[in-house]
């Protein structure tokens, strides 16, 4: 089975604008205790298989959260705009992950009070093969 999480990580951290502001800060699902920031966070939220007149075929259409963090409204808004010049349109192979195709769906700004941690949240689909 394809890891899709793992494959957007992985574009994450090798695309030259977020790799800028994060280096390997690229987490799944949640951010480590006391974080260096800025980071993201990567989790799937969703990953349906596609079948056809009773037959399995290999395409996912794999929806995965990506939380852009930092330490500011400022500092978060910049690694959100890095995060989507990464992951929109992009195909290719990422971590051995054939991506057709990916574009975000929704996005959703967060101040999470409690860490004091200010986040873009974006639905990206991810349209791949196994």
Known sequence: MADFSNAVRTRLTEHEGTAAL???RAYYAALPQNPDLPACTV????APRLSAMGADVDKVESRQQVRACAGTRAGMRTLADQVRAALQRYSGTS??????????????EVYESDTKVWAMLYDFMVWGTE
């Open 22 to 24: 994060i280096g390997a």
């Open 43 to 46: 989790q799937q939220i969703s």
């Open 95 to 108: 971590a051995e992950v054939v991506i057709h195709d990916c574009f975000c769906v929704n996005e959703n």
